[in-house]
T-cell receptor
């Protein structure tokens, strides 16, 4: 079983829709959760960063973490064509030297298209 | 803003050639990473480094090596390029060695084609 599972889509929605993107994971040691956005022919850029369970909001974006269910979500309100991109979830756990040092585990990404 | 710069956006090389991919970051980050990204497979970690002259294998190190002689520079080397190494290569860096949860900062990638 892969450490992080993410539905690759593609997902296509009309402008103004609420978008829900999700990931599940298997490692209960994960504590830090991130969402990256990747535009075509660009590198991923950090969109949201959360620690442990709970919600975090930033403008039209809300990240949710449910550690009991090992499930994280990214919601995009009032979606715009400029939100069209691939969204990758990522997570990590322990600090200190070792195999998990600084290492993120990524989902495969969900391709989102928002049409006008 | 953190800047991670990859020396080439596009490269075309022939089978058997030795290929160097260069990456430089300007934020004094301890950790640096090389990933490849392929459709349907997502990001796969090739190598990472948490200090100068230190390196650790990732998930798919075969056919690759790395060099980190200076803190800001991390090079990926394909010893003898093969067609199955055609891919997008992404370099990334992060700070806070010894702490979990540091987000990665990515370069814009090098699209390598091996013919």
């Amino acid at each position: 079983q892969k450490e992080v599972e993410q539905d690759p889509g593609p997902l296509s929605v009309p402008e103004g829709a609420i978008v829900s993107l999700n990931c599940t994971y298997s490692n209960s040691a994960f504590q830090y959760f991130m969402w990256y956005r990747q535009y075509s022919r660009k590198g991923p850029e950090l969109l949201m960063y959360t620690y442990s369970s709970g919600n975090k909001e930033d403008g039209r974006f809300t990240a949710q973490v449910d550690k009991s269910s090992k499930y994280i979500s990214l919601f995009i309100r009032d979606s715009q064509p400029s939100d069209s991109a691939t969204y990758l979830c990522a997570m990590t756990g322990l600090g200190g030297r070792g195999s998990t040092l600084g290492r993120l585990y990524f989902g495969r990404g969900t391709q989102l298209t928002v049409w006008p | 803003d953190v800047k991670v710069t990859q020396s080439s956006r596009y490269l075309v090389k022939r089978t058997g050639e030795k290929v160097f991919l260069e990456c430089v970051q300007d934020m004094d980050h301890e950790n640096m990473f090389w990933y490849r990204q392929d459709p349907g497979l997502g990001l796969r970690l090739i190598y990472f480094s948490y200090d100068v002259k230190m390196k650790e294998k990732g998930d798919i190190p075969e056919g690759y090596s790395v060099s980190r002689e200076k803190k800001e520079r991390f090079s990926l080397i394909l010893e003898s390029a093969s067609t199955n190494q055609t891919s997008m290569y992404l370099c990334a860096s992060s700070q806070l060695r010894g702490s979990g949860g540091s987000p990665l900062h990515f370069g814009n990638g090098t699209r390598l084609t091996v013919t």
